[in-house]
C-alpha cells in the first residue's frame, strides 16, 4: 500500500492535498538570552554579543514547521537572515529537524542538510538581509534564496548530510 501511494504520488503530486510533518524542521540562530526560554545558567551556554550589544545564546532551534503539521506541496516557510559581521565569504544555513515539536537548542534536533549563500564583497552586515524560503511539501525539501538589496531570487540546492 505505501509504495502504491508512493508511485502514485511521483507520477502526480497534485492527488496528496496535504501531507503531516513527520518532524520539526528548523535552523540553527542565535537568540537574545531570556533566562525563562533559555532557562540555563548563562555559564552553561555559547553566549556572544551582537553587532548591537545584546547577549546573545548560538546554537538555538528557530522552528519553521512543526511536527504534526498539516501542509500543502506548495507551502512556503521564509525566514530571514543576514551575516553576522563583516569580512565573511558566505553565510552558512543550517537546517535540522526534531522528534520534539518545540526544541530550543539544536543539540535537541539532527542536522538534515544545508545552505551556503555567497556574500559580495565589501558588503555591509547591518544592511545585507536574506529572505530564505523553504518548501517541505514534496519529496524533498526544495530552498529559495532571495537578496533583498537586489530583489534577486535564486532556486539553490541543498547539501544533505
Known amino acids: 500500500a505505501v509504495l502504491y501511494g508512493a508511485a502514485i504520488f511521483g507520477a502526480n503530486p497534485s ?7 513527520q518532524r520539526t524542521f528548523g535552523y540553527r540562530f542565535g537568540d537574545r538570552y531570556n533566562p525563562q526560554r533559555h532557562g540555563m545558567d548563562k ?23 512543526e511536527r504534526g503539521q498539516g501542509i500543502n506541496g506548495d507551502d512556503s ?64 525539501i526544495r530552498a529559495q534564496v532571495t537578496n533583498q538589496m537586489t530583489g534577486e531570487t535564486e532556486e539553490v540546492e541543498l547539501q544533505y548530510n
Not at 492527488?15 to 510533518?21: A, E, F, L, Q, T
Not at 569580512?87 to 539532527?110: C, M, N, W
Not at 545585507?128 to 519529496?139: A, D, M, N, S
Open 15 to 21: 492527488v496528496v492535498n496535504k501531507r503531516c510533518v
Open 43 to 65: 555559564s552553561q551556554l555559547k553566549m556572544y554579543t551582537d553587532g548591537r550589544g545584546h547577549e546573545m545564546v548560538d546554537l538555538c532551534f528557530k522552528v519553521m514547521v
Open 77 to 140: 516557510f521564509p525566514s530571514e537572515i543576514s551575516p553576522p559581521r563583516n569580512g565573511l565569504q558566505s553565510l552558512p544555513f543550517d537546517i535540522y529537524a526534531s522528534v520534539k515539536t518545540r526544541p530550543v537548542f539544536i543539540h535537541e534536533a539532527e542536522h538534515v542538510a544545508k545552505i551556503d549563500i555567497p556574500l559580495p564583497y565589501g558588503y555591509d552586515h547591518r544592511q545585507l538581509r536574506f529572505k530564505i524560503t523553504l518548501f517541505f511539501g514534496q519529496t524533498e
